[in-house]
């Protein structure tokens, strides 16, 4: 029986126009126009809220006027919503229009003013997640009950989590078969990643610690063991316990809120899972290394976002004027 021919591949490009490619290349034009799985539910979510404003104000959503995404970001800095978020929302009304093969009233100069205006009134001094400091960790640990599957897992999330500059997406993406143990380090391989959205492999390399309560490589050593398995997620859900039976790791991977919730629950809630990316940058700068191996673990691009990320404003802590030999 002979397969019906397979169509070709229409593309709407940067330019608006279409661009007609062989069925052949359908998978990768599929993977280069949708993105990372995150980025795809990241942006339903906000499609959907640019919907709902659309219909109540009864615009057109697609193709959608200057004014009227204009008006939705306006909207949205007037709700008190963070500069990063609204332009995400952004970021995804310009994917919308280029999977439609629509024109993008996000790249018009007028809405960029906008953009701009709305940075200067509320993107001053957006709240960024804070860092704690290696002693606060300390102190979150020794108040663990490592006698407790439950223990084993958080002690083991925080310290890789800070040891290794981790996102909270990546912790829970990786999987026992990533970790591999070797005379130096505890070296994690990581298949893709906010920047590598490629599937180029990435490792990091976390170290022994001299104390054996804070060690990271022990900690996952010893979390591993209690999972008794080697494959399958790395970070689960704990099953429900009883007075006679603490609770168990279950096979149900760890959601990135849940690695929220745990960073609060022990170091306190005016942290969050950012925080353990922002505390190991803002450690390492402060204890004096170099932005090339801060990026060797954090795998950011440039220094502009070592900057970003170390959390050195702290004036009485940071400041040159201690050293002015007075």
Known sequence: ??????????????????????????????????????????????????????EHHQLLHLPAEVTTVAGYVSQMADRGMKL???RRHVAAIAKLHQLAGQPSPTSHEALNVVL????????KRQRQAPAFTVAELKQAIKAMDLTTPTGLR?????????AGAFRRSELVA???????????????????????????????????APSADFCPVRAVQEWITCLNRTTGPLFTRMSRGNQNR?????????????????????????YSAHSLRASFVTTAVEAGQSNKAIKNQTKQKTDAMIERYARLDDVKRFNAAQYLGL
Not at 154 to 162: K, P, Q, T, W, Y
Not at 174 to 185: G, M, S
């Open 246 to 270: 603490p609770a168990q790791p279950s096979q149900n991977r760890l959601t990135d809120q849940s690695v929220n919730d745990l960073v609060q629950r022990h170091l306190g809630i005016m």
């Open 116 to 123: 701009d205006g709305i940075a200067r009134i509320v993107g």
């Open 174 to 208: 990786l999987n026992v078969e990533d970790v591999e143990l070797t005379r130096q380090a505890l070296v994690i391989h990581m298949r893709q990643s906010k920047t590598n959205q490629y599937g180029q492999e990435e490792d990091k390399a976390v170290f022994y």
């Open 1 to 54: 029986m002979n397969k019906p021919p397979l169509l070709p591949v229409v593309v709407p490009t940067r330019t608006h126009s279409l661009v007609e490619l062989p069925s052949s290349v359908a998978r990768y034009v599929e993977a280069g126009l949708h993105g990372a799985e995150n980025t795809k539910r990241g942006y339903a979510a906000d499609l959907r809220s640019f919907q709902d404003y659309c």
């Open 154 to 162: 958080d002690r083991a999330v925080l310290l890789l989590g800070f």
């Open 84 to 86: 990063a978020t609204i």
